[in-house]
């Protein structure tokens, strides 16, 4: 999966050829850059980098100076790559931009995951993502010290509330899901969003799920729901959880926080590749 991304984003940028380097720069001519930080954060994608770098031109060499998931600030370089000029200019803005988005998510990641340090519950992210480049956005917020998700539609089964509505109710949804799992022989999760006390108790009567989430209920409401919560479900909060309202829901004892924002609401950390000189 990561070399076909990397595969479609060389083509997307480069096309039929980097025509501005192919016009000033030697085929021959060697060179040296640097991975510049300008901003204070968590770097993420040095390893991508790296990848990037040689999928594109084998030999090119890389030098890693700060590794993924490291804190860093204005004026760190976080590696070295030498070789041919051409290769390294042609690469040069498809590593940026995947590093500057995933140390976003790593830096958010980290900053939430510091707000409920000392709490039992788990940061987790969502399928709020960038079409075509989920892996790398997760494995930013992994780098950041988050846990995720489901990654797709197929490694978990997750009833929403549409899918609930669609299907007639929620006895009817865990039921059928029930059924088709056992016909087909998978073993995955199921967990079922409610949106109220009501849903929550109808939940509870059927049974037949892994893990609840409590969808848009304020801590308080959060509280009353985990109160009727027997210890065999695992239970999330979701739904407009922000950095300043974390840490109330995660002090309720739920075990599993999620947050689009760590992917879908991010700012890019500023890092530029930089010519080096002799």
Known sequence: ??????????????????????????????????????????????????????????????????KDGSLVKPGDIAFLVKGRSRSILSTERLVLNFMQRMSGIATKTHKLNSLIAGTNATLLDTRKTTPGIR????????????????????????????????????ENAINQTRFYLNELGKALKIEIEVRNMEELKEVLKVGGVDRIMLDNFSPDELRKALALIPEEYETEASGGITESTIRSYAETGVQFISVGALTHSVSSLDLSLKAVYH
């Open 1 to 66: 999966m990561l070399e076909a991304i990397i595969d479609n984003a060389l083509k997307e940028d480069i096309g039929e050829g980097d025509h501005s380097t192919l016009a000033c720069v030697r085929e021959d001519a060697t060179g040296e850059a640097r991975l510049l930080v300008k901003d204070e954060g968590v770097i993420a994608g040095v390893e991508l980098a790296q990848m990037i770098f040689h999928r594109f031109d084998p030999n090119l060499n890389v030098e890693i100076m700060i």
């Open 135 to 170: 892996y790398m956005e997760k494995w930013a917020v992994r780098i950041g010290g988050g846990v995720n998700h489901r990654f797709g539609l197929y490694d978990m089964i997750m009833l929403k509330d549409n899918h609930v509505d669609y299907s007639g109710g929620i």
